[in-house]
């Protein structure tokens, strides 16, 4: 019978200590990533498995992290959060944890989902998405002093908690002083109705960039659901108007598509410019110009910070807004920079 493998057994084989491999295997986040690296590779050269009962009940932590699967809603913008899930699974093994996905159509359900988690797998900490407008589920999770980081703002208040977010304004203004620079002046805004934070802080970057050129937007604003069938429809009668549009941008790449076919129904020989948000395979596919958000680099903040919080460390790090009045560190505050990649669409 083949020898038993132990802790003691993985701390000879790389040369540290029996704690060093506790630490490693329990919590991750305090031993430097050379040291870390050697205990892993003793692990799997020796075939160590570490009972996950026995570690849940001396450390009180399952190594869980919970987050929810988006709606695929028309196939296109939910294979976004697709990228961010893949990420968030990458960097949460490299700290020693795993996800766990769950489904939810609304808050309500979402939170009822929590205590069902909480009851059953005791997650560490959660992951939210999607955040908007009189969010429940933040303030759910806080008064039970749950760890959890959001992918987006809370935009009823930003300093409500930590948060991991793409500057979707910089992105979109970004993309109209690309439109602007090629020589268009009648740049239009396809977004969604008025109170999505996302949608708001996107059109907010538009304007702000017409704004900066000296243009007027009056009558170039549009909102429809965020879907290609509306968002064709949409175009076709912005197209069909006195003074028209000579370019369009999209608060995503299902409006952009929508845009995108409709001005070609309409000019196939000089179609309107069209430039989307998110990247998604189907912009590139169709060679639509997009705002592309960097979603791996947004997982592995989102994973660096719930690890600081589930370790008990203040997390009060580089972009935070210094000390609350109270004496207790501001939760951070991460805002990322997107990236314009223009394709035949606005060329």
């Known amino acids: 019978m083949a020898k038993k493998v132990t802790i003691a ?3 000879r084989y790389a040369g540290v200590s029996r704690q060093t491999v506790s630490n490693v295997l329990n919590t991750p986040e305090v031993v430097r990533e050379e040291t870390r ?25 399952s190594r869980l992290i919970a987050t929810r699967i988006e709606p695929t809603r028309d196939g296109i913008n939910g294979s976004v959060l697709d990228r961010f899930l893949h990420g968030l699974t990458e960097a949460a093994a490299g700290s020693g944890y795993r996800v766990i996905l769950y489904t939810a159509a609304d808050d309500e359900a979402e939170i009822a989902t929590y205590e069902d988690l909480l009851g059953a797998y005791t997650p560490d900490a959660f992951v939210l998405a999607s955040t908007h407008h009189g969010d429940a589920r933040t303030s759910w999770l806080a008064a039970r002093g749950m760890p959890f980081v959001t992918f987006g703002r809370p935009w009823d208040a930003l300093d409500a908690h930590t948060w991991v977010d793409v500057d979707g304004a910089a992105g979109t203004e ?34 702000r ?19 290609v069938a509306e968002a064709e429809a949409a175009v076709r009668g912005m197209l069909g108007a006195g003074e028209p ?31 989307g948000f998110d ?16 979603l791996e680099e947004a997982a592995a903040h989102c994973v660096r910070l719930l690890t600081r919080q589930i370790a008990g460390e203040d997390v009060d790090g580089q972009n935070t807004g210094g000390q609350q009045e109270d004496g207790a560190a501001a939760p951070e505050r991460v805002l990322l920079r997107p990236s314009l990649v ?4 606005t060329t």
Do not use: K
Not at 180 to 193: E, Q
């Open 37 to 61: 690296r050697r205990v892993h590779e003793a692990v799997e050269a020796l075939g160590y498995r570490a009972n996950q009962a026995a570690r849940q009940m001396r450390t009180g932590r």
């Open 279 to 294: 990247d998604t395979p189907v912009a590139r596919a169709v060679g639509l110009t997009s705002v592309s958000q960097p």
């Open 209 to 227: 960039a017409m704004a900066a050129a000296g243009l007027d937007v009056a009558g170039l604003a549009y909102v429809c659901e965020d879907r």
């Open 9 to 11: 057994t993985v701390a």
């Open 342 to 345: 223009v394709r035949r669409s």
């Open 174 to 207: 970004e993309a109209t002083g690309h439109l602007l620079g090629s020589g268009h002046r009648r740049v239009a805004f396809l977004g969604w109705p008025e109170g999505s934070g996302v949608g708001d802080d996107r059109r907010s970057g538009w304007a």
């Open 245 to 275: 549009p000579t370019a369009i941008v999209c608060a995503s790449d299902s409006l952009a598509l929508g845009a995108f076919q409709a001005a070609r129904a309409a000019n196939p020989d000089a179609p309107v410019a069209v430039c």
